[in-house]
Every structure is written in structure tokens, then in C-alpha cells.
């Protein structure tokens, strides 16, 4: 079974530029999580989609980040504009339940210039 | 609010030795706790969790860990530790049947050395 995956690996770009993420859980997962680690400190939740409705959105930063996941399957989440301070490891996970395990991807590296 | 504390950013421990990670939390009603890993340029990986029953709790690669409620604690060991168990080790914490949005330590790095 193959785990969760998202895209790009790695990306560089400048202040005020736009970048999307994408994540694909893991199949049949109906939750999908993402969350950031920014300068090194705690990883911090971001959001929270049951199949492609927002549960919990609380975590979200400012209006620069988007956050779909239409059909409910893959989601993506746009930054738009970058600013330096979103540098960070972007994960992305699913569960099955709201209350099972969450599984993790290998996280998106993004780097604002 | 819920948060978790590891105090230790690193921990140094020569291979064969026993490893302990430390984990405390902070949470109101029953917590759900989790350990995860990550191994370099790789993602988080599942260890192991404490929803209920059994302090003890097993997971992959030989870890375990002891839930105390009195200590609010939840410190991960592993008896023998391996070189290949050098890594980032995360742990995180949530309110049972409150949601399911992690709270997160800030990482214990583990250095284990031949």
C-alpha cells in the first residue's frame, strides 16, 4: 500500500511569488491533515479536511494560505504571496477515522528567498 | 490548551546502551499520546501510541513507552539503542474524542554512536 505522498519534495522561491503543494493520501484515507515546521521548532497543525470539507481550519496562518481538496482525494495548499517567514517543512498526513493514526508524508521543503 | 514538552534537544548515547527520550504533556481530560520519528531527508514515521489500557506501550523497532499519568509523562526507551536509530524524534499529544489535531514536542535529536 503505498503511503502518503506529496510534491515537490523541495522548493525555492522568491518573496511575493506564489508555490502550491500537493498531497495524496493514503488510499481511502477521508482525513487529511496539514501541518508546518518553521525555523526548526515544533511542527504546528495548519488544517484539518474530511474528505473536501474543512473540519478545522484553525490553524491556518492568514489568508495567504489556501488550502482544497476538491473531490476529496489529493489536496493542495497555496501560498500566495510567499513571504520569507513560511520557509519551513510543509507534512501533509491521513487517517482512516478522525480517531485513528495519522500517517505522514515526506514533507515539502520550502525555502522564500 | 494542550502542549508537549521535550526538555532534551539532544540526546548522546553509544550504541548497546539504553536509550530514554523524554516526553511531557499537558492536557485537560484524557490524552491520547503518540511518537514519531523521522530519519534524515525522510517524513514522520509512526512509532507507537497510548490511547488507553496498558502503561506499556510497544511499538516498531524495539521502542516502547510508559504512560504516567501522576508525572504527566510519556518518555520513550529503547533497551539497546543502534546506530540506526540516530534520528529526530517527535512527540505529540491530543485530547481523546476531541478532534484530532496533534500537538507536537520540538524534537529530540538522538545521536547514537559505534
Known amino acids: 500500500e503505498a503511503g502518503v505522498t506529496q510534491f515537490p519534495s523541495h522548493s525555492v522561491i522568491e518573496k511575493g511569488q506564489t508555490v502550491t503543494l500537493r498531497c495524496d493520501p493514503i488510499s481511502g484515507h477521508d482525513n487529511l491533515y496539514w501541518y508546518r515546521r518553521v525555523m526548526g521548532k515544533e511542527i504546528k497543525f495548519l488544517l484539518h479536511f474530511v474528505k473536501e470539507s474543512k473540519q478545522d481550519e484553525s490553524g491556518m496562518p492568514n489568508n495567504r494560505f489556501l488550502a482544497e481538496r476538491t473531490g476529496g482525494t489529493y489536496s493542495t495548499l497555496k501560498v500566495q504571496p510567499a513571504e520569507l517567514e513560511d520557509s519551513g517543512v510543509y507534512f501533509c498526513a491521513s487517517s482512516q477515522g478522525i480517531q485513528e493514526t495519522q500517517y505522514f508524508g515526506p514533507g515539502t521543503r520550502l525555502l522564500v528567498l | 490548551a494542550q502542549s508537549v514538552a521535550q526538555p532534551e534537544d539532544q540526546v548522546n548515547v553509544a550504541e548497546g546502551n539504553p536509550l530514554t527520550v523524554k516526553c511531557t504533556y499537558s492536557v485537560s481530560g484524557n490524552p491520547y499520546l503518540f511518537w514519531y520519528v523521522q530519519y534524515p531527508n525522510r517524513g514522520l514515521q509512526f512509532l507507537l501510541k497510548?490511547?488507553?489500557?496498558?502503561?506499556l506501550v510497544k511499538g516498531s523497532y524495539g521502542f516502547e513507552a510508559e504512560f504516567n499519568k501522576s508525572q504527566t509523562s510519556f518518555h520513550l526507551k529503547k533497551p539497546s539503542a543502534l546506530v540506526s536509530d540516530s534520528a529526530l524524534y517527535f512527540c505529540a499529544v491530543r485530547k481523546q474524542a476531541a478532534g484530532n489535531k496533534l500537538t507536537f514536542g520540538g524534537g529530540t535529536r538522538v545521536l547514537v554512536k559505534p
Open positions: 497510548y490511547i488507553t489500557g496498558d502503561n
